[in-house]
């Protein structure tokens, strides 16, 4: 793994701070929001607004992509970050929900950009390498777990308006993006070439790589954002667990998604990209059964821990197969609509897991997934068969 280019490290580095604003706002946007909403209902709007940004946002950013490069794409939206997090202390000192409900949308383009870098570092390596090199990439979502909170916190009461000061906190990190990314070397043309031996989506939606690829990343997101969405809610609100217990759990979490990506590429040779998608299955089903078990304080942290895990192998396996099922000059159409799938997909379950776990409890919400996990699992040991 660390023989790996430059171009990946940079990656790594500039994803962490990326997401540090995804991990910031999931943090800070509930609170905020029930300072500023006018119902209590509709304090986690601007979480879903993100998520639902995120969606709005990809293809239009692949398009982008594919006419002036990732490098300019990269560094234009680090510059776009800074002016979007500008409107959003325009939205605090002003005390305007829906203002700050269109800053979090529009954090959807740098998130949607951010999604992008695992392409960007598979595309810098050899094809033997991909996993590893979205592993590596992965590895920064660990950092995010701790900066996005810690500028939340660090910056509260730095100025007269709370969390205004942690805004100016996070705008740091786009600066250091804006530098890191400076050094990242073009390795994608910035107009797809050979455009007439390119296939239609709809012969390329066809190949099992491609429907293996897209679901296991698709649902491998989906049961974990509704879970995970769900949890606090559960937590705290149902239970009665404190906001630090809480924020441990989730924190625990999030570095259970993107820890193992230290090991992946071990496991990948050990046991291939199919078996390890199936082993992310098979975690998510002791993930359910677990939390459904109890409501105790272990039960969550356990089963959140094996919700990070199986996220994990199933978004590596899938995010490693897919450019097994385009050319070079269908990148950019296949990527972007792989993550328009998966992004609209948890943005649905982000927007619903509120609604479901106040009107059907935290047992209805985990034997919901079921479904979706039997469906994967079929799906996985159908590409085995066939690709054998």
Partial sequence: MFALPRNVWLLTASLALFMSLSVFVIFLGGIIGQSLAPTDSLSTLPVALLVVGTASFIIPINRVMSIIGRRK???????????????????????SFYLFCLA????????????????????????????????????GGLVS??????????????????????????????????????????????EEKDRSNTRPLA??????????????AAIGYVVMSYLMTATPMSMHVIDGFSLEQTKFVIQSHVIAM????????????????????????????ACVALAYSGHALNNYWLALILLGLGWN??????????PRAYKEG????????????????????????GWFVFNYGWEMVLLSVIPLLIAQLLILLWWLKVKT
């Fill in 258 to 285: 993107f820890l193992p990506s230290l090991f992946t590429p071990f496991i990948v040779k050990w046991l291939g990209l199919g078996k390890m998608m199936l082993t992310g299955i098979l975690i998510y089903f």
């Fill in 145 to 190: 777990a701790f900066l996005g909170p810690e500028i939340a916190t660090l910056g509260k009461s730095l100025f007269v308006t709370d969390f205004v000061g942690s805004f100016v906190l996070l705008s740091g990190c786009f600066f250091a993006a804006f530098g890191l990314l400076w050094f990242y070397q073009q390795t994608d043309l910035t």
């Fill in 73 to 95: 794409t990269f560094l234009s939206v680090c510059v776009y970050t800074l002016a979007i997090i500008f409107l959003a202390i325009v939205a605090l000192r002003a005390e």
């Fill in 203 to 216: 012969n390329i939606i066809k190949q099992p790589v491609f429907i293996v690829a897209i679901s296991s």
């Fill in 104 to 139: 979090t949308f529009l954090f959807g383009l740098t998130t949607a950009t951010m999604n992008q870098f695992r392409f960007a570092a598979i595309e810098s390596v050899p094809e033997n390498l991909s996993a590893t090199a979205t592993s590596a990439v992965l590895i």
């Fill in 313 to 322: 192998f199933l978004f590596i396996g899938g995010t490693s197969l897919l």
């Fill in 330 to 353: 269908e990148k950019f159409k296949v990527q972007s609509l792989n993550d328009f799938l998966i992004f609209s997909v948890q943005a649905l379950a982000s927007l619903s897991a």
